[in-house]
């Protein structure tokens, strides 16, 4: 049996703890198959935003290990497609030495939610479900 050979993406956000993170893990749960993924950021956050492990953990995706990395170290890898996930991290987004396929769907920032921690997670969780039904979308009809 010919094995087929999985389509790589990189998914890049500001902070890289929150958006592109949830972005990663849904493309991974969907698509783990036929993309591999990966995310990093403009300007590394400390750690994965509390919240978006919870949102991600409630729909059975785990993002608990994950860690915001910097997009330097993934200058050099072969991409098939580049994503940005916020408005930012679009106007900063390095260019890649290999030619690649960019493209940007933009989402709202869930860590600039207020209230309570309900209230918060509310956003988190409305953010997590626009990721799965616009950007797993986008992905998957690239390949």
Sequence with gaps: METM???????????????????EGWVRH?????WEAA??????A??????????MAEVG????????KHWAPFLDEAWDLVVTV????RESCPVFPAVVEQIHVSFPDPVLATGSEDQRLV??????DDIRA??????????
């Design 5 to 23: 050979t999985k389509k790589r993406v990189l998914i890049l956000c500001t902070g890289n703890s929150c958006r592109s993170q949830m972005a």
């Design 30 to 34: 969907h698509l783990g198959d036929r």
């Design 39 to 44: 995310s990093a950021g403009t300007h590394p």
């Design 46 to 55: 400390g750690e994965v935003a509390p919240l978006a492990v919870r949102a």
């Design 61 to 68: 995706v785990d993002i608990s290990a994950a860690r915001p």
């Design 86 to 89: 916020c408005d930012s991290a």
């Design 123 to 128: 956003v988190y969780r409305e953010v997590r």
């Design 134 to 143: 616009r950007l797993v979308a986008e992905i998957a009809k690239r390949f």
